[in-house]
């Protein structure tokens, strides 16, 4: 099989000599469905991504198989606007090659689905962020890039046959979709499932450092909850976004005089966040919008209780009272109350702690989750040629 999606190239930095690290690329839900899938040993399993290169490098790494497809950044804007023809002519040309029996296109906020799709052959796409359920919350002008992909997004719905929802709210935002959906959430990484605790913090925001996930308001709640506490410990790890946006976190952390209490971490490996995560009392994830939100799965695997808006697929991932606590999006005052609740309380942190861990193994073990994509990819091929 064929997967198409973005994929971290940080890690490969030493094997491949790319343009760019871009150590900020973290998308851990294709590393970690790729991996599961190969250990399933029922899957020859190829990775297909664009990265900084001027040719294709392909790799053998942990079971399965990663083409780095070069791809000259200068043209992106050039691909967006012609329909991913670049990009297009270069996965399909490889996958000609590799002749899968099933191309699987990772994410609508990328061109991996829309060219996936566009395959002669078995293939099934899967939702990751709804872009047109983000561009409106966010009001994006018409003409901006994420506008353009929420038309690509749509087109995609329109023509394929076979589609992965990762939550029941994903699959929600398509009623226009008459194909067969398939409810199969994330992978989280077994780091997570094994993590023991180091630098034990308070509470840590965990995430992109962009406005839709509310890392503004992870501060403001920071801000609030020193009075009570004033031994608090706050961490914010993550990085990627707008600079300016990052600057001005800071300047507020300053302004603010938190600079005791709230400690900027930046990008970490896999293996360091998870410590991280089962070190903390809480994780906060003020989001906009999440149509599943890996950073929570991830949290409950650790088992580090949550604390998040109840938008988009968040009330599918955190169990609200048993694994964490969900408020209304953008109320700070019930965002703030909630974060003290479990802090204030050993017990009840300490039983959703039990749950969390629970819940996340049974829904999120990417064992589980390689055995119901590998039954759904059976079923697609079947079902494509008849």
Request: net charge positive; with cysteine; hydrophobic share 45%.
């Amino acid at each position: 099989m064929a997967l198409l999606g973005s994929f971290p190239v940080y890690p490969y930095r030493y094997r491949v000599r790319f343009w760019s690290d871009r150590p900020d690329l973290t998308t851990t839900w294709n590393y970690n469905l790729a991996k599961a899938l190969a250990d399933t040993g029922r899957c020859d399993v190829h990775v297909l991504t664009n990265a900084p290169l001027l040719r294709t490098r392909s790799i053998e790494t942990e079971g399965f198989t990663v083409h780095f497809v070069g791809h000259l950044p200068k043209l992106d804007w050039w691909d967006y606007v012609t329909r991913f023809r670049y990009s297009k002519w270069h996965l399909h040309s490889i996958l000609r090659r590799l002749q899968p029996s099933i191309v699987h296109g990772s994410g609508t906020d990328h061109e991996y689905a829309y060219i996936a799709t566009s395959y002669d052959g078995p293939s099934v796409f899967t939702v990751h962020g709804v872009m047109q359920a983000l561009v409106g919350k966010l009001g994006e002008l018409p003409w901006s890039l994420n506008v353009l992909l929420a038309r690509y997004e749509r087109l995609v719905a329109e023509r394929a046959r076979f589609m992965i929802a990762i939550s029941e709210y994903v699959a929600r935002q398509f009623p226009q979709f008459a194909g067969r959906v398939y409810r199969i959430p994330n992978a989280v990484a077994p780091t997570f499932f094994e993590a023991t605790p180091t630098d034990r913090y308070d509470v840590v925001f965990i995430g992109r450092l962009v406005p839709a996930k509310g890392a503004a308001h992870f501060v403001e709640t920071v801000d609030r909850l020193v009075a009570r506490h004033p031994q608090l410990r706050a961490a914010i790890v993550g990085s990627g976004g707008d600079s300016g946006f990052q600057q001005s976190l800071r300047e507020t952390v300053r302004r603010k005089a938190l600079d005791e209490h709230v400690t900027f971490l930046g990008r970490r490996e896999q293996r360091e966040v998870a410590s991280l995560m089962a070190g903390a009392k809480v994780l906060i994830l003020p989001s906009v919008e999440e149509s599943f939100s890996m950073v929570c799965a991830e949290a409950q695997a650790a088992g580090t209780p949550v604390v998040a808006s109840r938008v988009g697929g968040l009330p599918e991932v955190v169990a609200d009272g048993e694994t964490g606590l969900l408020v209304a999006p953008g109320d700070l005052g019930a965002l703030v109350r909630a974060v003290q609740q479990l802090l204030e309380n050993d017990g009840l942190r300490n039983r959703m702690v039990e749950r969390a861990r629970k819940r996340a193994r049974e829904l999120f073990h990417p064992a589980a989750i390689a055995q119901a994509t590998v039954a759904a990819y059976e079923e697609i091929i079947a079902r494509w040629w008849r």
